[in-house]
């Protein structure tokens, strides 16, 4: 037998006969034309743009009122409090946030959050 073909014993069936077959493997060679041996050993797909670098993780730039986005959840951390009770109770008394898309997502800016909590201490401040 050459080393091209291979023998291939199937798994027994249901009446207990198992059948052996010969598969001719075949050899398939690419003929590189003269555009790609010009280009063998460069970058065939050079990158289409140069990336922008990505923010430092600890990035907080100064003049920036506003502060990182939010999530309601990120803000019930940042409270103290449950989701539902920032929907619900801190929103209606003035917690300043933005409805996004066509979802309605709630975006929170970390300046505006802060600013309204120490407005909310000062004005409740000595009520406890």
Known sequence: MDGKSQ????PADAYGAGAIRTVKMTEVKFVENAEAQQFKGVLA???RAELPVGK???YRPLDDPLGEALTVHEVSRLLGCSAWTVRNRHMRRGLPHFRVGGTGKLVFYRGQVTRWILEQQAIHKGRR
Do not use: H
């Open 7 to 10: 023998l291939f014993a199937e």
């Open 45 to 47: 797909d050079p990158p």
């Open 56 to 58: 430092p993780v600890g």
